[in-house]
């Protein structure tokens, strides 16, 4: 491992990006969680607001951005699903699902007033103690916003701490865009820059049209002093993280979060080994320095 | 997600199963009734809306569940799946027959008509398709359960599943692995049976391996088989002639890819010694 | 008579009975190797006849058979398909069974109490993959995650007694000389026994081993005798099955992701998972939910999950690890590489189970010296990120 003059030093995951589970450190029962309202986000992507049923509980739930839950439907499983609501206010938890199986299929049917099980959080989320003064580039393609959304509000909350902020986000039609108004209403109304890009202009659509990447011929990064948070999937990372590389962004300066198969959330069950790191615990937001040597290589 | 018949009003009504009988020897039906201390659940679950080997009376359709079990062997079963699948919302395959073309799939590479002078005493009455096939080879299923027969355990799995609306939980790793977890010894290695457990999809509860018997692969290929390099070994470590290896291809699934592809190719070298 | 901890003692043959029902009156189930359908099995003992004896293992790559022994010697073989780890960590464990009520989850049973175990006939090898998993499942780090798996791991684990018997006759796919843990058990054990004819020369390993060796007909063993222990042990060392070159492995297997040989074993490799399912140290498990047909009460029970399965590494659309290339890969690479990084130590400890049981005899000891032989350091097109100095002028091309 190198270690670079402009590289950020400290322990590569601290209590600020890793609060500790309240609920799976010793078992695998879930604590009920109520969904208190749900949000159409596209055809097939909702967000369920959710709180813990358990006052004391709900009360002790602390959780990072970029950390994630494992969401419960009795009889059926669990899913890893990252929060998507705002830290600052850890009693509402915001969780972004698409349909992709059993367990999300489950969680769609769910209502508002119901319930369902929660474990978490679990992981290390992104490096939102090592911001201070720093350009930051978020780089989102599809729900792959989701975990970002969270360091978004943090950002807003503590603007005058960070330099240039800047949210590229990429998705298939204008239709697919997850969490649309509040990047139209932060486009253009908050201290930051967003721009949004589609596969297909579809509908009205007069804003850029190709993949998130493209957006970087837009923008002008100061490569020392820029932090790169990218969360899609495994393409998006891929070619986001080596334009950033390109761009000079130093390797210790580039953050992915990566997706996995998980089972436990806690390293245990051995599912979401990638290299020897464990997503869900050593991860899932991953500094680039960390994965370079087995980044990109399939089947790791 | 099969809702029963919720839109109706009234007390909620189950959901109505169905289960149709095909070329097949009951076993999978009998899977379904042996299943003692589930049943009285099950029928509080569901209406049992049509299962001739069970009840005499019948209710119309739609069903909610049909089950098929056995292959399509006759123009009439051709005709009649299509019906069946029109009436069921969630149709599923169940056993080698319906999922594969089972055992009588052999006669897909013999000439049938051969087999019924040879057996009947007026093989002009006997009308028959050329080939057994799966359901599937005929109209679309939700669901296929493998098998000869299906196993209780994950027959009832299915039903669970299709009533809360989601997947069925069935693996499809290879039998070593139930094998394994349960402790038995492999026949394989300490005994030099030809067994089809590593490339053969788990389900069963490694029931012959458990009696000290080699899998002869009666829940088909699982996901991925490397039977070429199985092959190999049963050729090279246990000198198995490709007759005996087109043979255990060839059996309950023989008809079903990539069994078929194996099974054929062993004939090929097979007659090529010839 | 006194025990002392550096002196050893001598049991005679007949006395095996004694040391039976002594941890047997000490309330704990007797677990020892005996013959099951021509295999050597880890079951309940009752008495010293329930021991396999007279008996000889012919272990080689997908090969096993149990001959009868001149010898009349309890411990000739080594070790079969399964080991402590099915009761330490069993194959189906329940972690939780629980139903909905209104707003909440209710606990319907909680996890039975753990069984107090002693395992006869322990092999260095077996202890040693103990301590591995120690370290997986945080038996020895009461900070750590500790959920009803784990907590049943560490509690079976702390109440075991541990017999280990040392190794005289390495079995054909044997390399624990080359891994450092045998054939002599060197810690991790209660009692530990070196067969000879006329008995066995006993070392005790712990407190609670000398409480039961208090009750043992022991006597001072003969420097003749002693000496006959020594001689088989180190002939033991020589006449091991295989060998495996572990110096700068490790690395070699880090940085050989692509190497051709990945291609040429899956070839051959079923990706059955057997591997995975005799393998002392593989931790890896799925939790899975259960229900009644109403959906009311729901089981979740824990399975023992290999790395060679599909659904192992499932993530929408399809498996991570899609081709038999990947799996075994990943199954290799983390028993003798990125195990380190995890645990500080191998994942492997030379036991021979995988060579053995593996149904088309493929040999890790083969593998991984292929790979160290012709190593080719094709890594991730970032490798330069990594390896580099400067790491502003990195990574070239996309790769796509």
């Given at each position: 491992?190198?270690?670079?003059?402009?590289?950020?030093?400290?322990?590569?995951t601290?209590?600020?990006t890793r609060?500790?589970p309240?609920?799976?450190?010793?078992?695998?029962?879930?604590?009920?969680?109520?969904?208190?309202?749900?949000?159409?986000?596209?055809?097939?992507?909702?967000?369920?607001?959710?709180?813990?049923?358990?006052?004391?509980?709900?009360?002790?739930?602390?959780?990072a951005?970029g950390q994630f839950n494992?969401?419960?439907?009795?009889?059926?499983?669990?899913?890893a699903?990252s929060?998507?609501?705002?830290?600052?206010?850890?009693?509402?938890?915001?969780?972004?699902?698409?349909?992709?199986?059993?367990?999300?299929?489950?969680?769609?049917?769910?209502?508002?007033?119901?319930?369902?099980?929660?474990?978490g959080p679990f992981g290390v989320g992104?490096?939102?103690?090592?911001?201070?003064?720093?350009?930051?580039?978020?780089?989102?393609?599809?729900?792959?916003?989701?975990?970002?959304?969270?360091?978004?509000?943090?950002?807003?909350?503590?603007?005058?701490?960070?330099?240039?902020?800047?949210?590229?986000?990429?998705?298939?039609?204008?239709?697919?865009?997850?969490?649309?108004?509040?990047?139209?209403?932060?486009?253009?109304?908050?201290?930051?820059?967003?721009?949004?890009?589609?596969?297909?202009?579809?509908?009205?659509?007069?804003?850029?049209?190709?993949?998130?990447?493209?957006?970087?011929?837009?923008?002008?990064?100061?490569?020392?002093?820029?932090?790169?948070?990218?969360?899609?999937?495994?393409?998006?990372?891929?070619?986001?993280?080596?334009?950033?590389?390109?761009?000079?962004?130093?390797?210790?300066?580039?953050?992915?979060s990566?997706?996995?198969?998980m089972?436990?959330g806690f390293?245990?069950?051995?599912?979401c080994?990638?290299?020897?790191?464990f997503v869900c615990k050593d991860g899932p937001v991953?500094?680039?320095?960390?994965?370079?040597?087995?980044?990109?290589?399939?089947?790791? | 997600?099969?809702?029963?018949?919720?839109?109706?009003?009234?007390?909620?009504?189950?959901?109505?199963?169905?289960?149709?009988?095909?070329?097949?020897?009951?076993?999978?039906?009998?899977?379904?009734?042996?299943?003692?201390?589930?049943?009285?659940?099950?029928?509080?679950?569901?209406?049992?809306?049509?299962?001739?080997?069970?009840?005499?009376?019948?209710?119309?359709?739609?069903?909610?569940?049909?089950?098929?079990?056995?292959?399509?062997?006759?123009?009439?079963?051709?005709?009649?799946?299509?019906?069946?699948?029109?009436?069921?919302?969630?149709?599923?395959?169940?056993?080698?027959?319906?999922?594969?073309?089972?055992?009588?799939?052999?006669?897909?590479?013999?000439?049938?008509?051969?087999?019924?002078?040879?057996?009947?005493?007026?093989?002009?009455?006997?009308?028959?398709?050329?080939?057994?096939?799966?359901?599937?080879?005929?109209?679309?299923?939700?669901?296929?359960?493998?098998?000869?027969?299906?196993?209780?355990?994950?027959?009832?799995?299915?039903?669970?599943?299709?009533?809360?609306?989601?997947?069925?939980?069935?693996?499809?790793?290879?039998?070593?692995?139930?094998?394994?977890?349960?402790?038995?010894?492999?026949?394989?290695?300490?005994?030099?049976?030809?067994?089809?457990?590593?490339?053969?999809?788990?389900?069963?509860?490694?029931?012959?391996?458990?009696?000290?018997?080699?899998?002869?692969?009666?829940?088909?290929?699982?996901?991925?088989?490397?039977?070429?390099?199985?092959?190999?070994?049963?050729?090279?470590?246990?000198?198995?002639?490709?007759?005996?290896?087109?043979?255990?291809?060839?059996?309950?699934?023989?008809?079903?890819?990539?069994?078929?592809?194996?099974?054929?190719?062993?004939?090929?070298?097979?007659?090529?010694?010839? | 008579?006194?025990?002392?901890?550096?002196?050893?003692?001598?049991?005679?043959?007949?006395?095996?009975?004694?040391?039976?029902?002594?941890?047997?009156?000490?309330?704990?189930?007797?677990?020892?190797?005996?013959?099951?359908?021509?295999?050597?099995?880890?079951?309940?003992?009752?008495?010293?006849?329930?021991?396999?004896?007279?008996?000889?293992?012919?272990?080689?790559?997908?090969?096993?058979?149990?001959?009868?022994?001149?010898?009349?010697?309890?411990?000739?073989?080594?070790?079969?398909?399964?080991?402590?780890?099915?009761?330490?960590?069993?194959?189906?464990?329940?972690?939780?069974?629980?139903?909905?009520?209104?707003?909440?989850?209710?606990?319907?049973?909680?996890?039975?109490?753990?069984?107090?175990?002693?395992?006869?006939?322990?092999?260095?090898?077996?202890?040693?993959?103990?301590?591995?998993?120690?370290?997986?499942?945080?038996?020895?780090?009461?900070?750590?995650?500790?959920?009803?798996?784990?907590?049943?791991?560490?509690?079976?684990?702390?109440?075991?007694?541990?017999?280990?018997?040392?190794?005289?006759?390495?079995?054909?796919?044997?390399?624990?000389?080359?891994?450092?843990?045998?054939?002599?058990?060197?810690?991790?054990?209660?009692?530990?026994?070196?067969?000879?004819?006329?008995?066995?020369?006993?070392?005790?390993?712990?407190?609670?081993?000398?409480?039961?060796?208090?009750?043992?007909?022991?006597?001072?063993?003969?420097?003749?005798?002693?000496?006959?222990?020594?001689?088989?042990?180190?002939?033991?060392?020589?006449?091991?099955?295989?060998?495996?070159?572990?110096?700068?492995?490790?690395?070699?297997?880090?940085?050989?992701?692509?190497?051709?040989?990945?291609?040429?074993?899956?070839?051959?490799?079923?990706?059955?998972?057997?591997?995975?399912?005799?393998?002392?140290?593989?931790?890896?498990?799925?939790?899975?939910?259960?229900?009644?047909?109403?959906?009311?009460?729901?089981?979740?029970?824990?399975?023992?999950?290999?790395?060679?399965?599909?659904?192992?590494?499932?993530?929408?659309?399809?498996?991570?690890?899609?081709?038999?290339?990947?799996?075994?890969?990943?199954?290799?690479?983390?028993?003798?590489?990125?195990?380190?990084?995890?645990?500080?130590?191998?994942?492997?400890?030379?036991?021979?189970?995988?060579?053995?049981?593996?149904?088309?005899?493929?040999?890790?000891?083969?593998?991984?010296?292929?790979?160290?032989?012709?190593?080719?350091?094709?890594?991730?097109?970032?490798?330069?990120?990594?390896?580099?100095?400067?790491?502003?002028?990195?990574?070239?091309?996309?790769?796509?």
């Amino acid at each position: 491992m190198t270690t670079g003059t402009n590289e950020i030093s400290g322990p590569a995951t601290s209590s600020i990006t890793r609060p500790e589970p309240i609920c799976g450190m010793d078992t695998w029962m879930p604590v009920a969680t109520r969904v208190t309202a749900i949000k159409r986000e596209n055809l097939n992507t909702h967000t369920y607001r959710m709180e813990i049923v358990d006052e004391a509980l709900r009360a002790q739930y602390r959780w990072a951005p970029g950390q994630f839950n494992m969401l419960y439907a009795p009889g059926v499983g669990e899913a890893a699903i990252s929060i998507s609501s705002d830290a600052d206010t850890p009693d509402m938890l915001d969780h972004t699902i698409r349909v992709v199986g059993s367990v999300t299929r489950t969680i769609f049917r769910t209502q508002v007033g119901e319930i369902l099980g929660l474990r978490g959080p679990f992981g290390v989320g992104w490096p939102i103690d090592r911001l201070d003064g720093r350009d930051v580039v978020l780089v989102g393609g599809g729900i792959g916003i989701a975990p970002l959304r969270p360091v978004i509000y943090w950002l807003l909350a503590n603007r005058d701490r960070v330099g240039r902020v800047v949210v590229l986000y990429g998705c298939r039609t204008p239709e697919d865009r997850v969490y649309a108004e509040e990047l139209e209403n932060w486009a253009e109304h908050a201290p930051i820059d967003v721009l949004v890009t589609v596969d297909n202009a579809t509908g009205g659509w007069t804003g850029p049209v190709g993949v998130v990447t493209k957006l970087l011929q837009r923008i002008r990064v100061n490569a020392e002093r820029t932090v790169v948070m990218v969360c899609g999937p495994r393409i998006l990372n891929r070619v986001a993280a080596s334009e950033f590389l390109q761009l000079h962004v130093p390797p210790s300066q580039v953050y992915v979060s990566l997706e996995r198969n998980m089972n436990c959330g806690f390293g245990r069950c051995g599912h979401c080994q990638y290299g020897h790191w464990f997503v869900c615990k050593d991860g899932p937001v991953f500094c680039f320095k960390d994965i370079a040597d087995i980044f990109a290589i399939e089947e790791i | 997600m099969v809702s029963g018949a919720s839109e109706q009003s009234g007390p909620p009504a189950r959901p109505k199963l169905a289960v149709y009988k095909f070329s097949s020897c009951d076993g999978c039906q009998l899977s379904l009734l042996n299943l003692e201390d589930e049943l009285l659940d099950l029928v509080e679950a569901v209406e049992i809306a049509y299962f001739l080997e069970a009840r005499r009376r019948v209710l119309p359709p739609p069903y909610d569940i049909g089950l098929v079990e056995g292959s399509i062997s006759t123009p009439e079963e051709a005709e009649r799946i299509h019906q069946i699948r029109r009436d069921c919302k969630f149709l599923v395959a169940i056993g080698a027959c319906a999922t594969s073309g089972g055992l009588q799939a052999l006669r897909n590479w013999a000439d049938v008509r051969e087999f019924t002078r040879a057996v009947y005493a007026n093989p002009e009455y006997i009308r028959t398709l050329d080939t057994a096939s799966p359901i599937a080879a005929y109209t679309f299923v939700d669901f296929e359960l493998r098998g000869c027969p299906v196993n209780a355990q994950q027959l009832l799995e299915l039903l669970t599943a299709v009533l809360m609306g989601r997947e069925p939980k069935v693996p499809r790793h290879s039998v070593c692995l139930e094998c394994k977890r349960r402790g038995l010894p492999c026949v394989l290695v300490s005994n030099g049976e030809p067994c089809l457990g590593p490339v053969t999809q788990a389900g069963c509860g490694a029931l012959c391996p458990g009696c000290n018997r080699a899998c002869y692969g009666c829940f088909g290929p699982m996901e991925q088989p490397n039977i070429r390099s199985l092959g190999r070994w049963f050729s090279e470590r246990q000198e198995r002639s490709p007759r005996t290896l087109k043979r255990l291809m060839r059996s309950y699934n023989g008809y079903l890819e990539p069994f078929k592809q194996e099974g054929d190719r062993y004939e090929q070298i097979e007659q090529g010694q010839e | 008579m006194n025990a002392d901890d550096s002196v050893r003692q001598f049991l005679p043959k007949a006395s095996l009975e004694a040391l039976i029902a002594a941890l047997r009156d000490q309330g704990y189930t007797v677990l020892g190797p005996r013959e099951r359908d021509g295999v050597i099995a880890l079951r309940e003992v009752h008495a010293a006849a329930d021991l396999a004896h007279g008996m000889h293992d012919e272990q080689a790559p997908g090969h096993y058979r149990l001959t009868a022994d001149d010898d009349q010697l309890y411990f000739n073989y080594v070790l079969g398909a399964d080991g402590p780890k099915r009761y330490l960590f069993p194959a189906q464990q329940r972690v939780v069974q629980l139903h909905v009520e209104g707003q909440r989850f209710v606990m319907d049973a909680a996890s039975p109490a753990p069984p107090k175990l002693a395992f006869l006939g322990v092999r260095a090898c077996e202890l040693a993959a103990i301590a591995v998993q120690d370290r997986v499942f945080g038996a020895d780090d009461p900070r750590t995650f500790r959920c009803e798996a784990e907590l049943s791991y560490c509690e079976t684990r702390r109440n075991a007694f541990f017999v280990a018997v040392n190794c005289t006759r390495p079995g054909g796919t044997c390399f624990c000389v080359s891994m450092g843990t045998g054939p002599k058990a060197e810690r991790g054990y209660d009692l530990a026994l070196t067969e000879l004819r006329a008995g066995f020369v006993v070392e005790i390993g712990s407190e609670r081993g000398r409480e039961v060796a208090a009750q043992l007909p022991l006597r001072l063993p003969t420097e003749a005798e002693l000496e006959l222990a020594d001689i088989k042990l180190a002939q033991a060392r020589h006449s091991m099955g295989r060998t495996l070159q572990t110096d700068g492995l490790r690395t070699t297997l880090a940085r050989n992701i692509e190497h051709p040989r990945w291609d040429q074993v899956a070839k051959r490799c079923l990706s059955c998972g057997n591997c995975t399912m005799v393998c002392p140290t593989c931790f890896c498990s799925t939790v899975v939910d259960s229900s009644a047909l109403d959906g009311g009460s729901v089981t979740r029970t824990r399975l023992w999950e290999s790395c060679f399965t599909h659904q192992f590494s499932y993530a929408h659309p399809g498996p991570v690890r899609h081709s038999i290339r990947g799996r075994y890969r990943q199954w290799l690479r983390h028993k003798l590489s990125t195990w380190w990084d995890q645990f500080g130590s191998s994942g492997c400890v030379g036991c021979g189970r995988c060579i053995t049981w593996c149904p088309v005899g493929i040999d890790i000891t083969e593998e991984a010296c292929a790979i160290a032989a012709t190593p080719s350091q094709s890594n991730s097109p970032f490798a330069e990120a990594w390896e580099g100095e400067g790491e502003a002028e990195a990574a070239g091309e996309v790769p796509r």
